[in-house]
């Protein structure tokens, strides 16, 4: 069964500081992976995916991710956080099903931004 | 171009009851799915639909079904309501199914069971 684990439930970090949020993942084959924004009342906005290739991935509002197959994670960076990056952060996991994806997703990591 | 759109945004019911939550994909989208958001379980997937036809379903029980139209929309539908299915109830739509194809999401129909 695949699964994905996010370590921290809350992450504090000062306005201009590097961000790390990590996400590890259990998956019996190569896997889908994403991650997501939510803001307060909000539905959720994907931030980047990894399919294959290029294990660095860059995705939208400066952010990037690594997939470490021998380290089964998939953790978000980004350089330079704003205060409007305070949200919760979701990574999520799938395969296909008969064409489809049926994403597992983790239990998020709030993120908070002192100024 | 619009977004997802859910209605209502809001809800309450009591134990027991049933209720049925709408969502409006993006113009052109023929997949939705729905998730549960819930403090307790994260966010779980609930079922996906494709021209109509169900294509995946997530562990739910029988309570909760759903249907799409020929227009893409799609509801929802839980019946005898317990307290466990308040949650925040997200829909989430695609061009196509497979994860090549991003899911767009809606801003969700909270649902507060008494």
């Known amino acids: 069964a695949q699964s994905v684990t996010q370590p921290d439930i809350h992450i504090t970090v000062s306005e201009g500081a590097s961000l790390e949020l990590r996400c590890n993942y259990s998956?019996?084959?190569?896997?889908?992976l994403f991650w997501y924004v939510q803001s307060p009342g909000q539905g959720l906005q994907l931030l980047l995916k990894?399919?294959?290739?290029?294990?660095l991935v860059q995705g939208i509002k400066g952010f990037e991710a690594e997939f470490k197959r021998s380290q089964s994670s998939f953790n978000l960076r980004k350089p330079s956080v704003h205060w409007s990056d305070a949200a919760e952060y979701f990574c999520a996991v799938g395969g296909a099903s008969g064409g489809s994806y049926i994403p597992t997703f983790g239990r998020g990591t709030s993120l908070i931004v002192h100024p | 171009k619009a977004g997802v759109t859910q209605t209502p945004r809001y809800l309450i019911k009591t134990r027991g009851q049933q209720v049925t939550l709408s969502c409006s994909p993006i113009?052109?989208?023929?997949?939705v799915s729905w998730y549960q958001q819930t403090p307790g379980q994260g966010l779980q997937f609930l079922f996906e639909y494709f021209s109509e036809t169900q294509r995946n379903k997530g562990n739910f029980p029988g309570r909760f079904s759903g249907r799409q139209f020929s227009n893409s929309r799609s509801e929802m539908n839980v019946s005898t309501l317990e307290l466990g299915d308040s949650a925040l109830y997200l829909c989430?739509?695609?061009?196509?199914?497979?994860?090549?194809?991003?899911?767009?999401f809606g801003p969700g129909t909270r649902l507060t069971v008494l």
């Open positions: 998956y019996g084959a190569t896997p889908y």
């Open positions: 989430a739509s695609s061009l196509d199914v497979g994860p090549n194809n991003e899911q767009f």
């Open positions: 113009s052109g989208h023929r997949s």
């Open positions: 990894y399919f294959s290739g290029d294990t």
